[in-house]
């Protein structure tokens, strides 16, 4: 951690006294006579090492950071330092967060291909009164991460259950994305195939409120530009490696980071914020009903083609169906002259 050089009187301000006092309460209220459990309760930060209490027995949901290991929290440190273990979805990731904070409790993995085995052992600990944390890779726990059933299950056996909040790349994007933040909609991650990744953002085209979307790297560019031919000219931002050295967030109009896609960078998480539809469902009326009715008529039936250009541009239904007839029976004539 460095050698910690003693402040000059000159230097001891509120912050400082504050922090010693936390300390001070915290060594307080630890263990004595070396009755710790299994491991040190203890965790270092900024050269100080702070003793914790045991916890009581319960499930303890924590947020870790998103990227920038000194975004965890103080309560996050002292929760992780007292817990008896500690559920996480990989322990390799996890344990760079428990080594740069000292932190020496238990980890055990539970994740989506094992939570079926796992979920029954962390139970029967909450039986016996020990202390679990949950944790997920980055961010907070049930967020596009498992735990959703170990949370039913431990509130059905009545065991306590609390949410340390901390980190989150939802809030993070829709706070920089500069778009409407009075409503919005997490939408997770979209299907990989691009037949049921279309049919989902059209389902999302509806929603009244701006989105925020989970998406791969390697996935990105084919997504924005799905996005501008389900969603239109809406404001859009490409969030990449939040809260990390290379953070990048791209502001644009989803048909311009769709013609720049090949320029966009791939590599980090990525998190998709898009504008509400408001108004710009007026907007959509400009835009050339052909080159809606084209774009939905390779993927989906004449039915929900139509369905899905009516809602994009706004224009009557019947007025809709008639140009949906012909274009595809024109697709039909060209098919048959090759």
Not at 33 to 57: D, M, Q, W, Y
Not at 139 to 150: A, N
Request: proline share 5%; aromatic share 4%; net charge positive.
């Amino acid at each position: 951690m460095g050698i910690v050089r003693r402040a000059t009187a000159s230097t001891r301000g509120p912050l400082q006294r504050l922090w010693r006092a936390f300390i001070i309460m915290s060594m307080k209220s630890a263990p004595i006579n070396g009755e710790r459990g299994r491991h040190s309760r203890s965790f270092s930060i900024a050269g100080h090492v702070v003793t914790v209490p045991k916890l009581p027995g319960g499930l303890y949901l924590v947020a870790t950071p998103i990227g920038n290991l000194s975004d965890i929290t103080l309560r996050a440190l002292q929760t992780l330092a007292g817990v008896d273990v500690i559920a996480c979805e990989d322990t390799r990731i996890t344990r760079k967060l428990t080594e740069r904070f000292c932190i020496s409790a238990q980890l055990t993995p539970y994740h989506e291909h094992n939570a079926a085995a796992a979920r029954p052992k962390l139970l029967r600990r909450l039986g016996q009164g020990e202390a679990v944390a949950l944790v997920s890779d980055a961010g907070t726990p049930l967020v596009s991460d498992p735990g959703f059933k170990l949370v039913r299950e431990a509130c059905a056996g009545s065991y306590f259950v609390t949410a340390l909040p901390g980190a989150s790349a939802v809030l993070a994007a829709l706070s920089v994305a500069a778009l409407p933040t009075d409503r919005f909609f997490f939408a997770g991650f979209l299907p990989p195939k691009r037949t049921a990744r279309r049919a989902r953002l059209v389902e999302l085209a509806r929603v009244d409120a701006t989105l925020v979307i989970f998406e791969s790297a390697n996935r990105l560019k084919e997504t924005i530009a799905d996005l501008a031919e389900t969603m239109g000219p809406r404001e859009a931002a490409i969030c990449r490696e939040l809260t990390k050295m290379h953070e990048e967030v791209v502001r644009a109009k989803l048909a311009e980071l769709a013609a720049r896609a090949e320029e966009l960078k791939t590599r980090g998480e990525i998190v998709l914020v898009i504008a509400p539809p408001g108004t710009q469902l007026h907007e959509m009326a400009a835009v050339p009903l052909d080159e809606v009715l084209r774009g939905a008529l390779k993927d989906h039936s004449l039915k929900d083609a139509v369905a899905h250009a009516v809602e994009l541009s706004g224009r009557p239904r019947r007025e809709v169906y008639t140009r949906a007839l012909e274009l595809a029976k024109q697709t039909q004539d060209e098919h048959g002259k090759v």
